[in-house]
């Protein structure tokens, strides 16, 4: 149980309906649906509570991060649409970017609380900087966004069973899959690998 703003939260609640509402997400996200951004954004409030619970401050920094992207993901979709449906374009550099920018700023922040006392503290790092940019490059919809991710599910195995967090470590088992899955329907699709099509 975990101690949580003085309420005391099931540790094992939290992990598995954030694992639950993320494997949701990434099925919408493998069909383009937008969907996948309500799963995801839906994810952050579970697993915001668990970081904070067990003191993972990058981790729960994190989750505001990918809060950010999740809205910035689902106006950027829209505003795609809308351009290639009726050909309204939008200021694109500036849409593209901002998103990013805010994010580098919350991510700046959280690492700079964080004491970088053991190894942990820097594979934590690592996978929330691979992270953030997995989901930037995810809200372009870039075919290698979902090796980035392979990355972080295999980096994060070992750090989440230090943590005694089973369903996260279970989930980043299906997540792999989800995303080798993912990478090849998109290249199914034809989507080049480093150019914006469709988050």
Do not use: C
Not at 147 to 176: C, D, K, R
């Amino acid at each position: 149980m975990l101690n949580i703003f003085g309420l005391t939260v099931s540790q094992a609640l939290l992990d598995w309906s954030g694992a639950l509402l993320i494997a949701v997400s990434l099925v919408f996200l493998v069909r383009k649906h937008p969907a996948y951004w309500h799963f995801g954004n839906a994810s952050l409030l579970p697993y915001g509570l668990l970081y904070l619970g067990t003191g993972q401050y990058i981790l729960a920094g994190l989750q505001v991060s990918y809060l950010i992207f999740g809205l910035h993901g689902m106006l950027l979709w829209a505003l795609e649409a809308r351009r290639e449906e009726r050909g309204i374009r939008f200021h694109e550099g500036f849409w593209y970017n901002l998103g990013w920018v805010m994010t580098l700023g919350i991510f700046a922040y959280t690492v700079s609380v964080t004491r970088f006392t053991d190894s942990w503290s820097f594979v934590q790092f690592t996978i929330a900087a691979l992270s953030l940019l997995a989901n930037w490059a995810t809200t372009r919809r870039w075919i290698w966004s979902w090796l980035v991710w392979m990355t972080v599910n295999a980096i994060s195995v070992p750090y989440y069973l230090h943590l005694e967090l089973y369903a996260l470590t279970a989930l980043q088992g299906v997540l792999f899959g989800m995303s080798v899955w993912g990478y090849l329907s998109w290249r199914r699709d034809g989507l080049p690998a480093s150019v914006a099509v469709h988050a």
